[in-house]
């Protein structure tokens, strides 16, 4: 089985070619940081724009490198949500181009199912039912993933996502964008205990999670001259991880057995965390999986796979005019429970 996977949904354009032995084969990934730093984030227009002038180059880098013609794929698998919309519809429709010039099927992907799919593409050992930690710029999740479109969600964010406080945090310090990676080395050198700062809904029964009065808390660290920079990273980054850990072990508590513990998503880059999780899921007496590091940000191979996994589960191609989505929860019975937002 032979997959081209294709990412538009946020600021990385790329392409991939994967294999149903979990193989690689290609992979061409173009970051826009350069174009969005001067405006401290990622700018929606520029975003689709970029991902438009990019795309078709960086599928043909990757179909020559691997000496791949259109007529040997399986599938065409593209991100259609959620995102960006503007973007999301820039990879859907030169997918749907591809599908329809090769006569090949479409598989319309949700973009964190490829997060939550990632693990299986990096570690052939891992089977379902797992517990997966989602954490990325848009998404703080637990899941519990019992198959290809089988997750059931058991916390959530109620305000910002993870990434998203590593990145308003980094912004406060002056770090710039993007800030998860620039938060993670400054930390490397700071204190952790150096500044107090709250840990939101730890001790609370319900697994949910809060960030936004942390980075608020950071916000004030910063303005109140008080501290070194390098301390408020540590501390921040040490805040964070304390709440990863409190929440993650109640929705632990409450979840079906499962096979492991596993973390993917951006944020799941971080040493720190990633630590911090091998330590609770020994406490668990599970195993503990992350995907390498250019796994866990956004790139096309886990979209790639997402799609071997769905044609071996046999989910049918999607129609020509499947649409783009700007919101596509994983769990749509949990996001009725506790309503939209959360
Ligand atoms: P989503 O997947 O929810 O739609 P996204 O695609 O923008 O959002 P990802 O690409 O999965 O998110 O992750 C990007 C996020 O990960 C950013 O918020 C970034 O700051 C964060 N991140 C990346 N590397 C690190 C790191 N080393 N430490 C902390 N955060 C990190
Ligand atoms: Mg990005
Ligand atoms: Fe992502």
């Known amino acids: 089985v032979l997959v081209l996977g294709i990412e538009s949904s946020c600021d990385e354009t790329a392409a991939a070619l994967v294999d149903g032995d979990r193989r690689i084969l290609a992979q061409a990934i173009a970051s826009q ?73 479409l598989l319309a992907i949700n973009h964190l199912e490829g997060h939550a799919l990632s693990p299986r593409l990096a570690d052939a050992s891992l089977q379902y039912p797992y517990a997966l930690l989602l954490v990325s710029g848009g998404h703080c999740q637990v899941l519990r993933v019992a198959g290809v479109g089988q997750y059931q969600r058991l916390a959530t964010t109620i305000d910002d996502a993870l990434g998203e406080a590593f990145d308003k945090s980094a912004k406060v310090l002056g770090l710039g964008y993007p800030g998860g990676p620039a938060v993670e080395r400054l930390a490397a050198t700071g204190n952790p205990r150096a500044v107090p700062l709250p840990r939101p809904l730890v001790g609370s029964g319900e697994p949910h999670f809060s960030f936004a009065g942390l980075k608020s808390a950071v916000l004030r660290a910063v303005d109140s001259g008080q501290h070194r ?110 309503g939209a937002g959360y």
């Open 33 to 105: 940081e350069a174009e969005h730093a001067p405006y401290g984030g990622v700018v929606p227009e520029i975003a689709a724009r970029a991902h438009a002038e990019r795309l078709v180059p960086l599928v043909e880098k990757v179909l020559n490198e691997a000496k791949v013609g259109l007529d040997e794929l399986d599938a065409i698998a593209a991100t259609a949500g959620p995102g960006l919309i503007g973007g999301v519809m820039v990879g859907l429709v030169t997918a749907k181009a591809l599908a329809m010039a090769g006569d090949k099927p």
């Open 229 to 338: 920079p390098e301390d408020i990273a540590a501390s921040f980054q040490q805040a964070a991880i304390d709440c990863v850990l409190d929440r993650t072990r109640i929705a632990l508590a409450t979840m079906e057995p499962v096979t492991a513990l596993v973390v993917a998503g951006g944020v799941a880059a971080n040493k720190a965390v990633r630590a911090a999780l091998e330590g609770l899921a020994a406490d668990h007496g599970l195993p503990f999986i992350a995907p390498p590091m250019a796994l866990c940000t956004d790139n096309a191979a886990m979209i790639a796979w997402a799609g071997i996994e769905k044609l071996a589960a046999g989910h049918a191609a999607d129609p020509l005019d499947v649409s783009a989505r700007p919101r596509w929860p994983l769990d749509p019975a949990a996001e009725l429970v506790r």
